[in-house]
């Protein structure tokens, strides 16, 4: 077995453990409690976004491909996607907060740990594709992470 496919049933296995807590939703307490909320789990996706756009801009050509930098980021991306279900948990949808996102994620949370996973999965192979700096296989593996961000915004984001 690759190491890359060690390393995936490692991350596999880990996150089935936040898998299993991830349904566990619960509806926030008063209305306080669901705009502390909703603040910190877009503080995730505004943290995933930021570390995804240069690496993006390196997939398009924009700007030069840096292995080092994508490898960081990668890491940063991975460690996030890890903490999307604890951040998410908070059922906001009975307040007024200003959110996009969609109150499947609390109806629907096998299906939302699903797109989660798919993020760590695609993060952890974009780590091992930095680590062996080919340019190609970087790439690619960038794109692999952008199409996990999008798919779960399909699902879960108000467009
Ligand atoms: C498991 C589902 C899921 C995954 C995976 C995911 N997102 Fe999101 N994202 C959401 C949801 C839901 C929202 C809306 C949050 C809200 O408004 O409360 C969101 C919001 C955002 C926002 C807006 C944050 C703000 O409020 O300013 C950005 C930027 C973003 N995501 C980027 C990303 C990037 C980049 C990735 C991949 C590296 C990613 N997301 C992966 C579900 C996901």
Known sequence: MSVLKKSVL???VSTSLVMATASLAQPASSEKHAVYATELRQSIFK???SNMGPLGAMAKGKIP???KVVEKNAVRINQLSLMI???TRTDTTKFDVKTEALAKIWQEPEH???DID???IASSKLIAAAKSTNESDIKKAIGGVGK???GCHDDFKEE
Do not use: E, N, P
Request: charged share 20%; hydrophobic share 45%.
């Open 10 to 12: 490692a991350l596999t």
């Open 47 to 49: 943290l995933l976004g």
């Open 65 to 67: 491909l840096d292995a």
């Open 85 to 87: 279900a604890d951040y």
């Open 112 to 114: 939302f740990s699903k």
């Open 118 to 120: 798919k993020l760590t």
């Open 148 to 150: 996990t961000c999008g």
